[in-house]
Every structure is written in structure tokens, then in C-alpha cells.
Antibody, heavy 123, light 108 residues
């Protein structure tokens, strides 16, 4: 079964750090781009960042709102992706989802999602 | 950033009704438009990609149309399990995708 499992969320103080994990199974992890998407309480969805696949050298990109504070990495030997979050603010409070990116011709979409992990930034 | 605007923000309809949700992009995005369904407490689920291609396992009562800046998700006969919030998402400005604000669908 193709599956993503998010973990690592919790309560952190403003200015603190947290590392989220996304464990993949059921597909060839290194072949896929992987994204992080977040959802603040009662709000819509916001793309956070991406790590590309082996063919594209696992390069990363980030939303402007997290650039310089968040970092995405992956360990293909463990079929896992990570989101290192530093200098957290209350604006970063959200449910964080990892998602697999799939391409069909020139079109791309997120077809597999983790269950989400909750990050609360509060003093 | 490309802005995505959905309408209506919410709707209430009866089982069997035909329901349409529209999504407008702030600039042309060709056919780079996906739709997701999210139920409370759950992750989003892909319904449709590239405007009108149905993701595997998604019922055929869901359909999508449009091109350029204006798009529509249609549920031909609303079912009880179709409640939730629906989001459009543009993949034109990859990877800096943006989502609509969501349309909450309730069953009368």
C-alpha cells in the first residue's frame, strides 16, 4: 500500500525549532518529488516547500514565508523526508502535511498525502 | 503569486442535486488546475488533475472543465459522502503552487 506517515509535531515556544518527519512506503521514494503543505487552524492550504527526486539532484525550493528558516532534507535509505523548522513564530502554527508529487505528461499534482502532524507555536 | 479565487465559499444542497464550484485564476494557467476534497480532520484527497482528468477511484459524478482563468468542478448528483471542503490548486507556477480559499459543501 502506498502510504505517507507524518510525525514530529508538538508545542514549541516562539523562536524555537522543530523537525518533522515523513515516512514513505509502497513506492520508490527516490523517484519522486516530495512537498510539504501546511494548514493553519480554520484556514486553507499553503505550499511550504519541495525536494526534487534523484534525477533532479534532490534540489529544494521554499515558499517566501519560510525561506531561510525552514530546510527540507531526505534520507532515501530510510524512505524519509524531513522538515527542519527554525525561528518559529506563531504564524507557523498549523497542521503540516507531506505529499507525493506525481507527473502525468507536463501536469503535476499531489496524489498521496500524509495524515498530517500538528505544530503549535506558543509561549 | 497567482491568486486563486473560489465561489461560492460555502453551499448547502440536497442529495441528488447538481453542484458546481468555480475557481478563477488571477492570470492564465492554461490547464494546470487540480481539485482536492478535504473532510474534517483528514488530509486533502486528489479528485481531478489537469482540469478534467479523474484520479483513480474517484466516482464519475465528479467532473472538471475550463481553461485559461476560469474553471468549474461539477458534482452531477450529490451524495451524502460528498460533504467537505473543496480546493482548487494551480500548478502553473511550479513549484510555488497556490490554492483557492476553499468551498465548504454541506448536505441539507
Amino acid at each position: 500500500e502506498v502510504q505517507l506517515v507524518d510525525s514530529g509535531g508538538g508545542l514549541v515556544q516562539p523562536g524555537g525549532s522543530l523537525r518533522l518527519s515523513c515516512a514513505a512506503s509502497g513506492f520508490t521514494f527516490s523517484d519522486h518529488y516530495m512537498d510539504w503543505v501546511r494548514q493553519a487552524p480554520g484556514q486553507g492550504l499553503e505550499w511550504v516547500g519541495r525536494t526534487r527526486n534523484k534525477a533532479d539532484s534532490y534540489t529544494t525550493e521554499y515558499a517566501a514565508s519560510v525561506q531561510g528558516r525552514f530546510s527540507i532534507s531526505r534520507d532515501n535509505s530510510k524512505n524519509s523526508m524531513y522538515l527542519q523548522m527554525n525561528s518559529l513564530t506563531t504564524e507557523d502554527t498549523a497542521v503540516y502535511y507531506c505529499a507525493r508529487v506525481t507527473f502525468h505528461s507536463k501536469y503535476e499534482y499531489m496524489d498521496v498525502w500524509g495524515q498530517g502532524t500538528t505544530v503549535t507555536v506558543s509561549s | 503569486d497567482i491568486q486563486m479565487t473560489q465561489s461560492p465559499s460555502s453551499l448547502s444542497a440536497s442529495v441528488g442535486d447538481r453542484v458546481a464550484i468555480t475557481c478563477r485564476a488571477s492570470q492564465s494557467i492554461s490547464r494546470y488546475l487540480n481539485w482536492y476534497q478535504q473532510k474534517p480532520g483528514n488530509a486533502p484527497k486528489l479528485l481531478i488533475y489537469a482540469v478534467s482528468s479523474l484520479q483513480g477511484g474517484v466516482p464519475s459524478r465528479f467532473s472538471g472543465s475550463g481553461s485559461g482563468t476560469d474553471f468549474t468542478l461539477t458534482i452531477s448528483s450529490l451524495q451524502p459522502e460528498d460533504f467537505g471542503t473543496y480546493y482548487c490548486q494551480q500548478s502553473y507556477s511550479t513549484p510555488r503552487w497556490t490554492f483557492g480559499q476553499g468551498t465548504k459543501v454541506e448536505i441539507k
